[in-house]
């Protein structure tokens, strides 16, 4: 309720990204920022939410008598999936000088914090209003503000340039919350998802996702997370493991209740994160709500192997301007981000009959995913 009594119905005519202004109740000693979650678990925030302080009430606008601050949501978000390239397309993406992030890349924010959630396998936490989420956003804010204070003198003012995009890779599957919240029991389906909730607000958003080879992604989701004894024949007993526990919650629910209830079949206990790989499952979802126009989604094999034109096709969907020779060379040459690391690397590829094991059992999702996008190159066929 409290996201109905924040967010307006409408937003600024003259910004790209939903904004809005906020009445500010607080005075010269309030600390805008003081009582922010995000503040309390991520330390790296400190030093941003001590520049933000700074000239903060000389940016409230007086309307009518009463101080207002500028709020904004994001106009785009990249929603997935982990492990498939979205900390690449972040990096490079906010290299434009059209585009504004949150302050931090991933607030999980829709999926996690506003339910309490702050690291996973961890007891819930007190939530995140609202107002800690668009604090966020207050950079980016400030620069939608500073181009129409400068704009101001025109006689037709201009509509400002400016997009926000936010990027937690949580967005497209992790439901996870829900079943603490709506008397879930094990065998039954979310009877709302974190699309809906965006949707309620945000009909017309925008959506990056970033897809890979699902088997290739599993064997990185495995590698990346810090833990001991990894080895390629950890990893093939974790899938046979995985695989047995999903077919024993297929013996009794429905695909959507094994994929969506991830506090007791997967997130918790699962050895690997097998579902994260059932691209089709969670897009079809998100498309019986936003219409296919609102997605640009990628392949991580195609962004790879020609950037520039993966981030053209990016600046076209967003309705970028062009960049010139030397912007656009800058974004495209930099190095790729979030790549494997040299101590995972040394334990090699996963093992044939991991690999065999695997493609058998995406294999189904992945040809209505491609059937879904009339797109055979979702079929990852070797």
């Known amino acids: 309720f409290q996201l109905f009594s924040v967010i307006p119905q409408k937003f600024l005519s003259l910004s790209r990204s939903p904004c809005w202004y906020q009445k500010y109740d607080g005075n010269y000693s309030t600390d805008p920022y003081g009582k922010n979650g995000y503040s309390l678990y991520a330390k790296r925030l400190h030093a941003i939410f001590e520049e933000m302080r700074q000239g903060f009430q000389e940016r409230l606008q007086l309307i009518e008598g009463q101080h207002y601050r500028l709020r904004c949501l994001p106009h785009f978000y990249i929603i997935g999936q982990p492990k498939c390239g979205t900390t690449d397309l972040y990096d490079r993406l906010r290299l434009h000088p059209n585009v504004q992030f949150s302050v931090i890349k991933e607030p999980h924010w829709w999926t996690r914090k506003r339910f309490g959630i702050v690291r996973l396998k961890e007891p819930f936490h007190k939530p995140f209003p609202l107002e800690d989420y668009l604090d966020l956003f207050d950079w980016a804010a400030q620069k939608i503000q500073d181009f129409h204070s400068e704009d101001s003198e025109g006689e037709a003012r201009m509509r400002d340039p400016i997009v926000i995009g936010e990027a937690s890779a949580s967005t497209m599957w992790d439901n996870s919350a829900w079943s603490y919240f709506y008397d879930n029991v094990t065998n039954t389906e979310p009877p709302v998802l974190i699309q809906d909730f965006i949707h309620a607000f945000q009909p017309r958003a925008k959506f990056l996702i970033m897809l890979r080879d699902p088997v290739e992604r599993l064997y990185s989701d495995y590698l990346y997370f810090a833990i001991a004894n990894k080895s390629a024949e950890d ?97 495209s040459q930099k190095q790729a981000s979030n790549s494997r690391r040299p101590e995972d690397c040394s334990l090699g590829p996963m093992l044939p009959i991991t690999r065999q094991l695997l493609i058998d059992y995406y294999r189904p999702y992945n040809q209505k995913l491609a059937q879904l996008l009339s797109n055979s190159a979702f079929l990852w066929e070797r």
């Open 235 to 331: 990893f093939n007993d974790k899938v046979n493991e995985s695989l047995q526990m999903f077919d024993s919650c297929l013996q009794g629910s429905s695909l959507r209740a094994c994929a969506y209830n991830n506090n007791t079949t997967f997130s918790n206990i699962l050895p690997v994160r097998l579902h994260v790989g059932l691209y089709a499952i969670y897009l079809w979802d998100w498309l019986s709500v936003f219409n296919l126009d609102q997605f640009l989604i990628l392949r991580l094999e195609d962004h790879a192997a020609n950037t520039t034109q993966s981030m053209r096709l990016v600046y076209q969907f967003l309705g970028l301007g062009p960049l010139n020779n030397e912007q656009e060379a800058s974004i």
